[in-house]
T-cell receptor, first 118, second 117 residues
Framework: DTGVSQDPRHKITKRGQNVTFRCDPI?????LYWYRQTLGQGPEFLTY????????KSRLLSDRFSAERPKGSFSTLEIQRTEQGDSAMYLC????????????????FGAGTRLSVL | AQTVTQSQPEMSVQEAETVTLSCTYD???????LFWYKQPPSRQMILVIR??????QNATENRFSVNFQKAAKSFSLKISDSQLGDTAMYFC??????????????FGTGTRLTIIP
């Protein structure tokens, strides 16, 4: 178990540029989540996947945001035409969900990708 | 929609003392789960403790325990014999139960806890 890994750890970009983040979940986990955390706030849910299917998207996820999990393993989160308001920590989490048992519902988080839009 | 409120933005306590972090939530769900996550300065969130709403017994994990008051919708975290490594941001989080698949977490705004040597 190597944990959830995210790449890059930090990204600085200019307004209007596109950025892409990657998340590698814990290997046997079938669920993958993206959250956004701004300074002084708790993480806010963006979207999640069950294997390769994107099951839910938050209203926070504007049309400029797109997430994929093509083979049910790693996931990418792309932000097009970045704005200064996109500056935040983007957190990925994964879980093994086989049923409504609490033990299967624990989400394990990565260290995040900190995005700064200049 | 669920809301989670943490009314203590910052707390500090001497090493080896006991500290309690408060959390209240609002939901119309009857079945749900509550969590406390710790986020050290390195920023990776770690699960501290979890509670299933249908269980009346309060969860404990070593030095960490919760006081779960379902009727009052309160879920406080008690840290006993606090250690320097407990210094972190602590988030209370809610997850609805019921339908399989509805597993997004709703977080509070966090409490920054500092353990003083």
């Amino acid at each position: 178990d190597t944990g959830v890994s995210q790449d890059p750890r930090h990204k600085i970009t200019k307004r209007g540029q596109n950025v892409t983040f990657r998340c590698d979940p814990i290997s046997e986990h079938n669920r993958l989540y993206w959250y956004r955390q701004t300074l002084g706030q708790g993480p806010e849910f963006l979207t999640y996947f069950q294997n390769e299917a994107q099951l839910e998207k938050s209203r926070l996820l504007s049309d400029r945001f797109s997430a994929e999990r093509p083979k049910g393993s790693f996931s990418t989160l792309e932000i097009q035409r970045t704005e200064q308001g996109d500056s935040a920590m983007y957190l990925c989490a994964s879980s093994l969900a086989l049923g409504p048992s609490l033990a299967k519902n624990i989400q394990y988080f990565g260290a995040g990708t900190r995005l700064s839009v200049l | 929609a669920q809301t989670v409120t943490q009314s203590q933005p910052e707390m500090s306590v001497q090493e080896a003392e006991t500290v309690t972090l408060s959390c209240t939530y609002d939901t119309s769900e009857s079945n749900y789960y509550l969590f406390w996550y710790k986020q050290p300065p390195s920023r990776q969130m770690i699960l501290v403790i979890r509670q299933e709403a249908y269980k009346q017994q309060n969860a404990t994990e070593n030095r960490f325990s919760v006081n779960f008051q379902k009727a009052a919708k309160s879920f406080s975290l008690k840290i006993s014999d606090s250690q320097l490594g407990d210094t972190a941001m602590y988030f209370c989080a809610f997850m609805p139960g019921g339908n399989f698949g509805n597993e997004k977490l709703t977080f509070g705004t966090g409490t920054r806890l500092t353990i003083i040597p």
